[in-house]
């Protein structure tokens, strides 16, 4: 009985095929963008592809999972819980707005296409656990549970700001953030989470 080797796909190629996402995304509606279209974009085929990612939303994740590792390799905050959650999101809006036309495409159609939305959900959590493990805060259990949905809600209602937000300093971002985090804080407060 023969073993088939499986290929292994150099990340290279896997960070080629984000790229690509990205710059079609930043050139027109990312709604109307195909695995093909990444594929040729990238320079790979579609096949590779295929083994690369399981669907468009993927690609996403793999972004996100990239804006995470940057946002985390260059945090560096001391202050309040509510500072470093604070400093940490702003921080990573300031990553986000590096590719800020793509995201504000691919954010276009993840509205318009309620699977990818669904899809999205668990990742954006992924991510707010990760940004509150730099924080020093806890993520373990129901407390921490509630913690990473809070601070999904707010980065998602804040990411809505930062969409319209065209300023430089992102004024009405910080604006959102900073009255969204006091509201939980409130809430968590009372709740002794």
């Given amino acids: 009985m023969s073993t088939k080797r499986q290929k292994t796909i150099p990340s290279d190629k896997r960070m080629a095929a984000?790229?690509?996402?990205?710059?079609?995304?930043?050139?027109?509606?990312?709604?109307?963008?195909?695995?093909?279209?990444?594929?040729?974009e990238a320079g790979i085929t579609l096949g590779d592809m295929s083994e690369m990612f399981e669907c468009r939303e993927d690609i996403i994740c793999a972004y996100e999972?990239?804006?995470?590792?940057?946002?985390?390799?260059?945090?560096s905050s001391s202050g309040s819980e509510r500072d470093q959650i604070f400093d940490i999101l702003m921080e990573r809006f300031d990553r986000l707005n590096q590719d800020r036309a793509a995201v504000v495409s691919i954010l276009g159609s993840v509205r318009a296409d309620p699977k990818q939305m669904v899809i999205s959900l668990p990742?954006?959590?992924?991510?707010?656990?990760?940004?509150l493990e730099a924080c020093g805060i806890e993520t373990i259990g129901i407390k921490g549970a509630l913690r990473v949905a809070g601070l999904s809600g707010i980065y998602l209602w804040?990411?809505?700001?930062?969409c319209e937000d065209d300023s430089e300093d992102m004024?009405?971002?910080?604006?959102?953030?900073?009255?969204?985090?006091?509201?939980?804080?409130s809430i968590a407060g009372t709740l002794s989470l």
């Fill in 18 to 40: 984000v790229d690509a996402a990205l710059r079609l995304a930043s050139g027109r509606d990312f709604v109307n963008v195909t695995l093909t279209d990444i594929a040729d």
């Fill in 65 to 75: 999972r990239r804006v995470d590792k940057d946002v985390l390799e260059s945090f």
């Fill in 123 to 131: 990742h954006v959590g992924r991510s707010m656990a990760w940004m």
């Fill in 158 to 162: 804040t990411l809505r700001t930062w």
């Fill in 171 to 185: 004024a009405k971002t910080m604006a959102t953030l900073d009255k969204l985090l006091g509201r939980a804080e």
